[in-house]
Every structure is written in structure tokens, then in C-alpha cells.
């Protein structure tokens, strides 16, 4: 996409929204431009306001997954229930709602429709869900999409809760955590996802969080460029949240940072040698 097509009108300028005329002015629709994560606070990003409750690990999730893409303007998010869903109405880019847990069946033909009617282009289909929709109820999904070689990018957002219906635990959740429909703490431990996503046959798998930044935008990007070219990935984004686990909203960060210190949120990368080839050979022409 040029960014000519976000162009208002000469008509239409006078009742644009200043949301509208910001994004086409100042937003990352340019490939040209060439922002990224660390640029933060100098351009118009692509969300902003949310109404998702303060200090939340899954918001600022988003909005650096949402920096950290390396084509925004061909990129296609297909996402799920769950407390993102709030803020997908508010993302400027194109986004699509599925049935709770189907959202890896409906971006495999998502992209493959793409592929058919843009055999020239690059379209980056990147799924984003909790892990109520990635790791329990849509588990299958999530897997056969792997089991087929589908060249999307999957990235769990992992509050370790089904933080949008009161709080209940998940198959991420910590064994022991204490939450609703496990008051005497979760008996089983966190769902190893990213040795399932290696043993189903991921190109590019990785865990990362927020407190990192640099290394989180890295692992963002690799993902969808091993999903383009190699075959697909996963990445699993540590996200905290402050209101179900009883935290204070200015603890998010300093949470996540203990619980990588703990170990008991491991931060990994995994690459097929395909996947590898093509990251040094990138990073090469980027020199």
C-alpha cells in the first residue's frame, strides 16, 4: 500500500477527524520513513487511547507489538476474545474479530486468499490473542496451523489469566497462582507452548516482554519475516495483569522484571537453520 491512499481528499478535509489528518501526517504508513520501537513519542502511533484498566501488561503489549512492525501498511491482524478485542476497535490498522479461539483457521485462509489475489506483494498476516484463545480454547487451531506450515506469525499475549471474564486461571498460569476457580491455587503448571510451537514445526519461536525493549521489537520482526519467507512462527509476549493479580498499575514493569530474574518467566529464542540463513542474509542488505 502507497501511502498516497491514506490521502484525505481536498473535499473531505474540513470534517476529518484530528485523529484522522494526525495519523495520515505523522503515522508510520510510509516505508520511507523507517520507524520502529525506539522511536516512540516522535510519530503518531497506531494506538493510543484504549480502555483497557490501568497498568495493563496486555495494553503496552500491544502497542509495542503494534510499533515494531516492520509493514503496517500490508499488515492484516486477526485477533480473538478476550480483553485485546477492546482495543482492536481503536488500532489503526486492519484488523479482524474471530470466533473465540478460531483465529489461526481464520488467518490460514486469510492469507492464502492473499497470496492468490496478491502473488506480488507482501502481506503480513499476524495473529494476536490471549492465551485463553491461543493455548486453551483454541489450542487446536493454534497447533494444526503450525502442523500445516502456514506462513503466519502467531503472538499470545500472556496475562496467565482470562483476565476478561473475572480472573479465572489458565493453562498459562503459574502452577500455584491463586485465582478464581482456583482458590487454592492452580494444580498444574504453565503449558510449555513454546516447546510445543518448536516440536510443531515453527520456523521462528520466542518468548520476550516488555521490560526489554530493544531485544522485544527484534524478536517481533524475525517472526514475521520468518512467517513470510520460511514457514511459522510464534512468539509468546509476558504481560502481567495488575488488576486480577491484585497489583498496583505502576508495578507492571518491575513485576515482569522480577519474575525474569526468578526464572519463573523464561525469555528464549528458537530459529530453524532456514530461519537463521534468512536473518543473516537481511541483515546484511540492512548494513
Not at 13 to 29: A, R, W
Not at 77 to 86: D, F, H, R
Not at 199 to 213: E, F, L, M, R, T
Amino acid at each position: 500500500m502507497k501511502k498516497g491512499l491514506t490521502q484525505i481528499a481536498p473535499c473531505f478535509e474540513d470534517i476529518m477527524p484530528e485523529e484522522y489528518k494526525e495519523l495520515v501526517e505523522q503515522g508510520p504508513f510510509d516505508k520511507d520513513k523507517k520507524v520502529g520501537l525506539s522511536d516512540l513519542g516522535s510519530f503518531k502511533e497506531l494506538i493510543e487511547e484504549h480502555p483497557l484498566c490501568a497498568g495493563c501488561g496486555l495494553a503496552l503489549g500491544m502497542r509495542m507489538i503494534l510499533a515494531s512492525l516492520p509493514n503496517p501498511e500490508d499488515t492484516i491482524i486477526v485477533g480473538s476474545t478476550g480483553c485485546s478485542a477492546l482495543a482492536f476497535s481503536q488500532v489503526a490498522i486492519h484488523n479482524i474479530h474471530s470466533v473465540f479461539g478460531n483465529q489461526n483457521a481464520v488467518a490460514s485462509g486469510l492469507k492464502r486468499a492473499l497470496n492468490l489475489r496478491f502473488p506480488d506483494k507482501v502481506k503480513d498476516v499476524v495473529v494476536i490473542a490471549g492465551d485463553g484463545a491461543t493455548s486453551d480454547i483454541g489450542l487446536d487451531m493454534t497447533m494444526h496451523s503450525w502442523f500445516r506450515k502456514e506462513n503466519i506469525t502467531t503472538i499470545m499475549l500472556d496475562n496467565e489469566a482470562y483476565a476478561n471474564t473475572g480472573g479465572q486461571e489458565s493453562g498459562m498460569s503459574m502452577e500455584g497462582a491463586v485465582l478464581n476457580m482456583a482458590p487454592k491455587g492452580k494444580y498444574f503448571p504453565k503449558i510449555p507452548l513454546t516447546e510445543v510451537a518448536k516440536a510443531s514445526g515453527c520456523a521462528y519461536v520466542a518468548s520476550c516482554s516488555p521490560s526489554k525493549p530493544k531485544a522485544f521489537e527484534k524478536k517481533i520482526q524475525r517472526a514475521i519475516l520468518a512467517a513470510r519467507e520460511v514457514g511459522p512462527s510464534y512468539v509468546q509476549v509476558f504481560c502481567p495483569c495488575p488488576t486480577n493479580y491484585k497489583m498496583k498499575p505502576e508495578d507492571t514493569l518491575q513485576t515482569i522484571k522480577s519474575r525474569e530474574k526468578e526464572g519463573t518467566y523464561i525469555v528464549n529464542e528458537f530459529s530453524t537453520p532456514e530461519a537463521e540463513e534468512l536473518f543473516k542474509r537481511v541483515e546484511v542488505e540492512q548494513k
